[in-house]
């Protein structure tokens, strides 16, 4: 006799002529059930852009997992090959199509993995990778350990060793730029901060020198090529999002930014005539570096959101 579902979402109440939305319940794991054929790996998918969704809606299951905000698509295709995602009653397989009026029953065996991820906030020092680790250089994730926690961490977490399996970072920050550095093993969060739709902005302090002018940059720099860091530039080909950058101090600028290309704002001063000298992130969304020491590095906290 099958489980009974400890928690169902029923679907919402739709306005005449709304399209169906698709239900979603969480279910406790069944033992007696049978895990499907052992699942193949999802394959690799290429750069190029996704297809969009056809026109009656229907899409792959992990792609529906995602936009719902359950998981990533990499965590829904793990859940898939669990055996802990159903529709419409029967235990998914890897690359199903799925509609808008399916039902998509999820594990709590699921859900319970997904409660014990972490996101770590580290202060990433000068000389580190934020990825992998490359030209002998050392990867930012080698920092976090039991030593490197902040004891000002207001989180009350403790460490554990299975804390780094699978744990990613959010974004770039070059080798020769400090701050902050977000690493996590939670899907949502990667894909809030850098999924393609993400609306959230990243604030820089970047000191720079004008020619040989190194001091009282702000003088003789001309407003028009200001206007330009703003708006108006190109990399790789592509036009930039609209910027916000202005003057922090006379050799000091504040960039915020909405997206994330590779060293896109030392490039961007290259294309005006600025030389970076000095780059720090001291924010991500609603999450600021603040005191955090170089080097250290604490947990996002419950109920703190970019």
Known sequence: MPDT?????????QAPGAAPRTRLVLRRPDPAAKAPPAARPAPARAPAARPPAAADGRMRLNKRMADLGLCSRREADDWIAQGWVRVNGRVAVMGLQVGPQDRIEVDRAAQGRQSQQVTILLHKPMGYVSGQAED????AVALVNARSHWQGDASRMRFAPAQ????????????????????TQDGRVARQLIGEDSAVDKEYLVRVQYGE??????????????????HGLLLDGQ?????????QNPEQLRFVLREGKKRQIRRMCELVGLKVVGLKRIRIGRVLLGNLPVGQWRYLAPGERF
């Open 136 to 139: 002998g250089h050392t990867p």
């Open 213 to 230: 002018r190194t001091q009282d940059v702000r003088a003789v720099f001309p407003a028009d090529r200001l206007a330009l860091l703003c």
């Open 164 to 183: 780094l399996k699978g744990l990613a970072p959010c974004g770039r920050l070059d080798i020769d730029s400090v701050g902050l550095l977000v690493l």
């Open 239 to 247: 036009p930039l999002r609209p910027a916000q950058v202005d003057w």
């Open 5 to 13: 579902p400890s928690r169902t979402h029923p679907p919402a109440t």
